[in-house]
């Protein structure tokens, strides 16, 4: 109990960049003043800045795979808690299966994404060059798909809660991050496939070091759920969710005097003693519409 008490979702997205980073400083400082710029026997003719992979497929070999193992899942862990705590209402919920969709879709790639580093980090560069340059694109492609879904769930999140600011501002952060990675991503492609290959080691550090940045921005998707602790304070389950798993017979069980019926839509019925009168809600089951519609109006007219 006490060390639930401590702990907040938030602090997940915050460990795993940590990691992240103190991995990315340690293997760059390694190469710069450990080694003193060491020439790798898996860099190319005529290049003097390491790859990432580089440093990572000699002695730090170690740190690189543990490194790498840790802040993936860990992040996977995040997209995890994200969803949790959105179904368990200490987050916005998610009031459609398209939102839940982009959210499993978000996990999916974050996965692939997470194998892929694994992988990679596995099968260096010096010993294993052509698998690993298979799992480097599928890790930049997982993580890159995986934030444009959870872009897109939070776009939508936004524009049905315009009061949670918040929503808005991960959502800018992410698109700034797709946006920015690839056009970096372009660049890191192009110069490795034209063999300029101290401008694409380059890049492949710029690139690791803004991945940091992505991962802390779940710290503002998860902070919120600081103020959820007590179970009254959380959000209610969407109202047309619940009552849409009702269909028709829903209907049935709605205020039939001047009030209205909860089935695959509402049907609203104003009937007074004196004689009654009828109005269809459109977006509603027909059948039941008309029904509810008689209802009202033969028990006003009585």
């Given at each position: ?26 293997l ?30 000699q ?6 795979i543990?490194g ?35 959210v499993?879709l978000?996990?999916?790639?974050a ?35 995986s ?10 999140l936004?524009?049905?809660h ?7 501002a991960?959502?800018?952060?992410k698109?700034t ?12 492609a ?8 101290d ?25 919120p ?12 389950k ?16 709605g ?8 089935g ?18 459109v ?20």
């Amino acid at each position: 109990m006490a060390l639930r008490s401590y702990f907040s979702y938030w602090m997940i997205p915050v460990f795993s960049s940590l990691v992240w980073l103190g991995m990315l400083l340690g293997l760059l400082l390694h190469w710069i003043v450990g080694t003193h710029r060491r020439v790798y026997p898996s860099m190319n003719e005529g290049q003097k800045i390491a790859y990432i992979s580089d440093v990572g497929a000699q002695e730090l070999k170690p740190l690189f795979i543990a490194g790498s193992a840790v802040v993936t899942v860990t992040l996977d862990l995040a997209f995890v808690a994200e969803r949790w705590l959105r179904h368990r209402g200490r987050l916005v919920r998610n009031s459609s299966i398209g939102e839940r969709t982009l959210v499993a879709l978000t996990i999916v790639f974050a996965i692939i994404g997470t194998c892929g580093l694994i992988l990679l980090s596995i099968f260096d560069t010096w010993r294993h060059p052509r698998l690993h340059d298979i799992f480097l694109l599928l890790f930049i492609a997982g993580y890159l798909l995986s934030a444009v879904f959870i872009c897109w769930e939070y776009q939508r999140l936004g524009i049905k809660h315009r009061d949670f600011r918040v929503l808005r501002a991960s959502f800018w952060v992410k698109l700034t991050f797709i946006l920015v990675e690839l056009v970096l991503a372009i660049v890191f492609a192009a110069t490795t496939f034209t063999h300029h290959s101290d401008i694409a080691a380059v890049f492949e550090w710029v690139i690791a070091f803004i991945f940091t940045f992505y991962i802390l921005s779940f710290v503002i998707d998860l902070l919120p759920a600081i103020h959820t602790r007590d179970p009254g304070a959380r959000f209610e389950k969407p109202h047309d969710m619940e009552e849409g798993s009702n269909g028709i017979g829903g209907a049935a069980n709605g205020h039939m005097n001047g009030g209205h019926a909860n089935g695959g839509g509402m049907a609203r019925g104003g009937g007074d003693s004196g004689g009654g009168s009828g109005d269809i809600d459109v977006d509603c089951w027909p059948r039941t519409c008309m029904w509810t519609w008689r209802y009202t109006y033969e028990d006003g007219a009585e």
